[in-house]
C-alpha cells in the first residue's frame, strides 16, 4: 500500500525549509518571531507534513487519477479533494503548533476551530484554485513542493486571520 511507502528525504527538505520560511514570514509579520517557534515549526514541516501530505496526495491520485481527469469536473474533483484534506480542523492543529511553539499554549482550546472555520472560509476560493493548479498541472514529484510552498503563502494568511478574525 503507497501510504506505508518511504518517503524521500527531499520531502522532508522541503518541508523543513518551506514551511518555516512561511512561518517565519508571518512571524516577522507579527513581531511575534522566535527561534523556537522557527525551529518547531519547521520540525513540524519536515517532519509531519512532509509525511502526510505527500500521502494524502498518492491516496488522491488512486482515487482521481491525474491523468484520468480528462475533464473539467474530475479535474474539479481533484481540486475539491485536495481543499477538504487542508479542511478547519487541519487549520486549527496548524494554529496549535503554532500557539505550542510559539510560546502561547494558553489559547490552544477549541476555541481555535471557529478561528479555522472562518479562516478556511475566507481562504477557500484562493486555495481551491491553487489546489487545481496544483492537483492538475503539477508532477507528481513536485506536487508537494509546490503544496508546501502554497502553505507557506497561506501561512502568512493563517497567521494574519488568526490575529485578526
Known amino acids: 500500500m503507497e501510504l506505508t511507502r518511504p518517503t524521500q528525504l527531499r520531502n522532508h ?3 523543513f525549509l518551506i514551511y518555516a520560511a512561511g512561518d517565519t514570514a508571518a512571524a516577522l509579520l507579527l513581531h511575534q518571531f522566535s527561534w523556537f517557534r522557527l525551529l518547531g515549526m519547521a520540525l513540524v514541516g519536515g517532519l509531519l507534513y512532509s509525511t502526510e501530505v505527500p500521502a494524502y ?6 482515487q482521481q487519477p491525474a491523468a484520468g481527469a480528462t475533464t473539467r469536473v474530475k479535474r474539479w474533483q481533484r481540486a475539491a ?6 479542511n478547519p480542523l ?6 496549535a503548533f503554532l500557539g505550542l ?22 481562504n477557500a ?9 496544483i492537483q ?21 494568511s493563517y497567521a494574519l486571520a488568526a490575529v485578526w478574525l
Do not use: C, K
Open 81 to 86: 479533494l485536495s481543499l477538504l484534506y487542508f
Open 136 to 156: 492538475n498541472r503539477v508532477t507528481a514529484q513536485r506536487r508537494f513542493m509546490v503544496s508546501a510552498l502554497f502553505s507557506g503563502l497561506m501561512a502568512v
Open 57 to 62: 496526495f498518492r491516496w488522491l491520485d488512486r
Open 101 to 122: 511553539f510559539g510560546g502561547v499554549a494558553e489559547p490552544i482550546s477549541l476555541a481555535l476551530l471557529p478561528v479555522a472555520g472562518r479562516s478556511f472560509l475566507l
Open 125 to 133: 476560493p484562493v486555495s481551491l484554485a491553487a489546489n487545481y493548479y
Open 13 to 15: 527538505l522541503r518541508g
Open 90 to 95: 487541519w487549520i486549527a492543529r496548524h494554529y
